[in-house]
């Protein structure tokens, strides 16, 4: 079972893009986030960060971050409308409490609260879609040269918390498959059983590591690259561009930008002590729309139909290499008939299925 | 059914028990309004002075985030800024917003303080460098002998220490204020020590003031002259500027631990003790940390040296 916060490699522009790219483009709407207390904009910036990742499709990661955000944001309002005792709109006394003092909840401080959760969720999601939509090969390769100790820790910890989410998936499964007279498992033991699964497979990788010589301190120098060599490895960085990478900068700095401009001409309208005042100047609303018309940048137009006649050609890569069956009709190759055989005929208008490569 | 019956009934007791605790919707029944008063560097810059009605529910903070525009830290807890007037160093020197009510230093937040009906509220913004806890003040006259303080009336006591003539006058302008005075010392009881000084420095409470500011809260000292003690103004940052002399009076407040509150109408001779018991009264103390009376003039403590005067004369 895969967590939906894991990556899955799909056919959008979110993911095809660097991830300098997509972290510009989802930064910008968690600064945003930070930036500004306005329900308003914190709602657009939360809508933005959803419909991009419906549209990288991503929605899985969306849902499960909203979710996830109201568990974290409802104890957020309760704490503060306990904790502060500010605003004029008191809504309950609730006496005298042990290290709190006086309790009074006021409709001021719910609001506050509300909004510190809001941007709890938008963040959440920011992140969520992040993780769905943006290869961590790829984060990690671009920070290798960085920290390269920390880029393979971090490999690792990508790698093995989907796994752990699994095991714990088919323990679950295992448990329940046991049958309807069997006792039920409590959460504890299945925890213990899955963190002993975990440090069994953290020693495996360990001894792995090391036999393939990561605990050495030094390497060879490296050799200069030959002109061939050179000629490969430019061609490699050409390969991680993406036509798209253009897209996601100019979002980002444009909703950066906006909100910059906003704050500036006071878009950011939202007081909540002593009474809540909440502004809604045109500039709060350009703000807002700009916001959630960014979401629509990972948006990319469904490829037509192509002719059959020209299906080999345009056929969808499957992640893996190979390529999807395309819309004509499929004639598989032909087995072996000896060496005298007629090479087989094919029909115009057909194509061989490919097999992938792996 | 049974179960939904005892449910009913928990739930009764539970509204029972919350109501007794003082627990309820809204923000309750009203109280007493309460006075608001708002100023800078001890008292000598008036920023705001406001008569606010109240509700059972509503706190010091409550009642100051109604009448000014305010900025808090540390969770909504801490005053930090009022009217724009924000705490923080300034020429080197700290600043920050204190508050009284009824003339005694809260011992806890402003949004815990919970108000009771017919309070004084001061907040001053002043420089602390010399003390950051002035625990009792003359500003809020009649308070604290009218209505008590922390919420709880005290009895109020005159304690005669060879004032003579101004005893008197100080009892006369008690109950002309509306103070019953008792006649013994009860325990608790807020008092009034007049008398030349020689004779109050012989109370533990008085004898504070000689310990300087950071005792007492009190930026005045005496010094024994020729003629007995003289009285010395003492700036905000705590050094003695200015000898007013052997015929300036003092009227003055501090507090010892949690103790009650004990004023002070003192001089260093008999004439100065009539001249500071001529101070009682609201038209020469408000909005003052304690005062000193020099040739027949009352003087705001601390004194104000160049610096602060210039600061005060920006302000108003």
Known sequence: MRSPFAYVSRPGPLQAASPAAAVAFLGALVAVAFLYSSPLVLVAAGAAVALAGRLAGAWAAVRAAIRLGLAIALPIVVVNALVVNRGETVLARLGDWPLLGQVDVTAEALADGAVFGLRAIVVMIAFAVYSACVDPDRVLRALRPLAGRSALTATLVSRLVPVAAADAARLRDAARLRGPAAAAVGRAPLARRLLAGSLDRAVDVAATLELRGYSLESRRAPRPPSVREKTRHSSSLRRRRSRYDRRFYLAGALVLAGAIAGKLLGADGFHAYPTIRLGLEPTTIALSALLVLSGLTPYRRKPRRQPAASSRSTGRRRPNGGRLRPAGPVVRPSPPRGPGAAPARRAPGTAVLETPRV | ?316
Request: negative net charge; aromatic residues 8%; proline residues 6%.
């Open chain 2, 1 to 316: 059914m049974s179960r939904s019956r005892g449910t009913a009934v928990a739930t009764a007791l539970l509204c029972a028990a919350l109501a007794a605790a003082g627990c309820g919707l809204g923000p309750g029944a009203g109280i007493d309004g309460v006075e608001l008063t708002v100023t800078r560097e001890f008292g000598a810059a008036p920023m705001l002075e406001r008569s606010l009605e109240a509700n059972e529910s509503d706190t010091v903070m409550r009642a100051l985030e109604g009448a000014a525009a305010i900025s808090t830290r540390y969770g909504g807890g801490y005053v930090q800024s009022i009217e724009g007037v924000e705490g923080g160093q300034r020429d080197g020197r700290p600043f920050d917003w204190f508050f009284y009510v009824d003339g005694v230093e809260s011992p806890i937040g402003a949004a815990d303080y919970a108000l009771q009906g017919g309070e004084r509220i001061w907040w001053d913004y002043r420089d602390w460098a010399a003390t950051n806890h002035v625990p009792a003040v003359v500003g809020s006259w009649p308070a604290p002998f009218v209505g008590g303080y922390e919420g709880r009336r005290h009895p109020v006591t005159v304690e005669c220490e060879g004032g003579g003539e101004a005893c008197a006058r100080v009892r006369q302008e008690l109950e002309s204020a509306g103070v019953s005075i008792a006649g013994d010392s009860p325990p608790g009881a807020i008092r009034v020590l007049v008398g030349p000084w020689a004779r109050l420095r012989g109370d533990p409470v008085a004898a504070l003031v000689e310990a300087g500011p950071q005792e007492s809260g009190v930026f005045a000292d005496f010094e024994r002259g020729r003629s007995g003690y003289e009285l010395v103004g003492l700036v905000a940052g705590g050094e003695a500027v200015r000898h007013l002399g052997p015929g300036a009076g003092l009227v003055a407040a501090t507090r010892r631990y949690d103790g009650p509150p004990v004023w002070v109408v003192t001089g260093g001779t008999a004439a100065a003790v009539r001249a500071a018991a001529g101070l009682l009264g609201a038209a020469k103390l408000r909005h003052h940390y304690a005062v000193a009376s020099e040739d027949g003039k009352e003087t705001p403590l601390p004194v104000v040296g160049p610096a602060r005067a210039a600061a005060v004369r920006g302000r108003r």
